[in-house]
C-alpha cells in the first residue's frame, strides 16, 4: 500500500469520523423514529466527503484575493450572501409556491458554490483562483447566515406548521459537514502538497459521483411530489438560475471588470451547491413515511439537473469569446 494510498484511506476514515457526530446526534433526537439510513449517514458522509475534496484543492493563498481584488471580490459576496436569497425570497413569493417548496428554495439560495462552480469558471475562461476564493469564503460564512435565513423562511412560509429546529444546532452541524472537511484537505495540502496532488484526481472522481447519485435520489425519491408541483417549481429553479446569472454578469460590467472577472462573478453568483441544499433540507425536516429523502430537499435536487441546461448557452458565448 503506497504513500497517498494510506492518505487516501486515512482521510476517509477522519470524515466517517466527523460526520458520525451528526449521525449520533439524529440518533438521539428521534430514538422511537425508525432510522433513515439515507438522511442519517449517506448524505452528511457524502457531503462531508465533497467538500474534503473542495478542500484538497485550496490552499491559504487563495484567500489572498479579498485583499488583492477587493472590488472583485466584494461584487461576488454581496451577491451570494445578499441579493441571491432576496430573489429566492422574491421567486418563491410571487410564484406562490408551497410552503415547503418555498422554505427549499431558500435553502438552495442559502448554498454556497462548489467544485462545479470552479470548473465551469475554469471551462468559461474565468478567473479561477477568485472562484476558488469566492467558494471558500462563503462555504465558511454560510455556517452562519444559512441556519438563520432558513429559519426565518421556515417562519415566514410555514408559519404553524413548521418544525422547530434549533438554529445554533444546525449551525454547528453545518460546520462539522462542510467547513471542517475543507480545512482538513487544505491542511493536507498545506503541509503535503506532493500527497494531495497525488489523490486530488481520485477524489475529485468519487466527488462528483457522489455528486450525480445525490441528485438522482434527491428525484426518484419524491417524484409523485416534483410532478405535482414541476409547474412552479420548474420555473422557479430556472428563474432563479438565470436572474443571478444576469445579475452577476451586470453587476461586475457596471463596476468595471475585466471580463474574465465578470465571468467569474456572474457563474458564482448563479451557481450553487446542490448538495449542501439536499443534504441541509434533510437535516431540518425528515421524510415523510415511505421517502427516501426530505420534500425540503426536493428544490436542490431539481435545480442540480436543470442548472446545467440553463448554464449550457452562458457557457457557449463565454468560451466563444475567449477564443477571439
Not at 83 to 110: K, Q, R, T, W, Y
Not at 170 to 189: D, E, N
Not at 204 to 219: D, H, R, Y
Not at 284 to 311: D, H, N
Amino acid at each position: 500500500m503506497n504513500g497517498s494510498f494510506r492518505v487516501l484511506i486515512a482521510c476517509l476514515l477522519t470524515i466517517a469520523v466527523l460526520s458520525s457526530g451528526v449521525v449520533a446526534q439524529g440518533a438521539e433526537e428521534s430514538l422511537e423514529e425508525e432510522s433513515n439510513i439515507i438522511i442519517d449517514v449517506i448524505l452528511p458522509l457524502s457531503l462531508a466527503y465533497i467538500m474534503f475534496s473542495l478542500g484538497i484543492g485550496l490552499k491559504i493563498s487563495d484567500f489572498g484575493l479579498i485583499f488583492t481584488e477587493p472590488k472583485a471580490f466584494a461584487v461576488g459576496l454581496g451577491n451570494q450572501m445578499v441579493i441571491l436569497p432576496i430573489a429566492g425570497f422574491g421567486i418563491a413569493s410571487i410564484l406562490d409556491l408551497s410552503g415547503e417548496m418555498a422554505v427549499g428554495l431558500m435553502i438552495l439560495a442559502c448554498c454556497p458554490g462548489g467544485v462545479t462552480s470552479n470548473i465551469l469558471t475554469k471551462l468559461a475562461g474565468g478567473d479561477t483562483a477568485l472562484s476558488i476564493s469566492y467558494t471558500a469564503v462563503v462555504s465558511v460564512v454560510s455556517v452562519i447566515t444559512l441556519p438563520l435565513i432558513v429559519g426565518f423562511s421556515m417562519d415566514h412560509f410555514m408559519g404553524t406548521t413548521s418544525p422547530d429546529i434549533d438554529i445554533l444546532d444546525l449551525g454547528v452541524t453545518m460546520f462539522l459537514l462542510t467547513t471542517l472537511p475543507v480545512v482538513i484537505g487544505m491542511l493536507i495540502r498545506r503541509y503535503s502538497e506532493s500527497t494531495a496532488d497525488s489523490i486530488e484526481p481520485l477524489i475529485g472522481k468519487i466527488a462528483a459521483g457522489l455528486f450525480i447519485i445525490i441528485v438522482i435520489a434527491a428525484i426518484a425519491s419524491e417524484f409523485d411530489t416534483l410532478m405535482e408541483n414541476l409547474g412552479t417549481l420548474g420555473p422557479a429553479v430556472v428563474a432563479l438560475n438565470i436572474l443571478m446569472l444576469g445579475i452577476g454578469w451586470k453587476s461586475a460590467t457596471v463596476l468595471d471588470l475585466e471580463n474574465n472577472q465578470a465571468t467569474t462573478v456572474s457563474i458564482e453568483s448563479g451557481i450553487q451547491n446542490a448538495t449542501v441544499g439536499i443534504t441541509v433540507g434533510g437535516l431540518v425536516l425528515a421524510p415523510e413515511a415511505g421517502a427516501t429523502l426530505s420534500v425540503l430537499s426536493l428544490p436542490s435536487g431539481v435545480y442540480g439537473v436543470l442548472m446545467y441546461i440553463v448554464i449550457a448557452p452562458f457557457l457557449y458565448w463565454r468560451i466563444g469569446m475567449s477564443k477571439m
